[in-house]
């Protein structure tokens, strides 16, 4: 009876993991940015301090989250497949060096979207549930990340 019940609660967990893994990122910008759509390659160069400006030579900020650990894991994941802990250590490497500055860090997917909404060089990434429709207006989607 043990047995099962630590299998159970096994398969629950896993089941919880892959439902957040399967939440869909949508990355945004401003809805007066000049971009459209993003290559994952322009994004990452974007992300990882590569290139400051987006393809049409705009100036570009981008925007990490700091409030959940969980989907800026994931967006690094599905963006370079790497972890965060791998992430945190380039960017260190680069800060050091001087080369780039990593993302601006902002509290949460609320404050991303409020800073996307009023910055047209602003780039971010929520969860796709986070933009309801009178948000929708305001920003526009670039890219989707999917599992």
Same mark, same amino acid.
């Given at each position: 009876?043990?047995?099962?019940?630590?299998?159970?609660?096994?398969?629950?967990?896993?089941?919880?993991?892959?439902?957040?893994?399967?939440?869909?990122?949508? $990355?945004?910008?401003?809805?007066?940015?000049?971009?459209?759509?993003?290559?994952?390659?322009?994004?990452?160069?974007?992300?990882?301090?590569?290139?400051?400006?987006?393809?049409?030579?705009?100036?570009?900020?981008?925007?990490?989250?700091?409030?959940?650990?969980?989907?800026?894991?994931?967006?690094?994941?599905?963006?370079?497949?790497?972890?965060?802990?791998? $992430?945190?250590?380039?960017?260190?490497?680069?800060?050091?060096?001087?080369?780039?500055?990593?993302?601006?860090?902002?509290?949460?997917?609320?404050?991303?979207?409020?800073?996307?909404?009023?910055?047209?060089?602003?780039?971010?990434?929520?969860?796709?549930?986070?933009?309801?429709?009178?948000?929708?207006?305001?920003?526009?989607?670039?890219?989707?990340?999917?599992?």
């Amino acid at each position: 009876m043990k047995k099962l019940t630590l299998i159970s609660i096994l398969f629950i967990a896993l089941y919880f993991a892959n439902t957040a893994m399967a939440k869909q990122i949508s $990355v945004i910008v401003n809805a007066n940015n000049a971009t459209n759509t993003l290559t994952k390659k322009q994004l990452i160069d974007l992300y990882m301090g590569r290139y400051v400006a987006f393809p049409n030579n705009q100036s570009a900020q981008p925007l990490d989250t700091l409030a959940t650990n969980e989907l800026k894991s994931i967006f690094y994941k599905r963006l370079v497949n790497m972890p965060l802990s791998r $992430v945190n250590a380039y960017w260190s490497r680069v800060r050091f060096t001087g080369r780039a500055k990593p993302p601006l860090e902002l509290r949460d997917q609320q404050v991303i979207i409020a800073f996307v909404e009023n910055n047209p060089n602003a780039i971010g990434y929520v969860y796709s549930d986070a933009l309801t429709k009178p948000i929708a207006q305001k920003v526009k989607v670039v890219m989707e990340l999917y599992e």
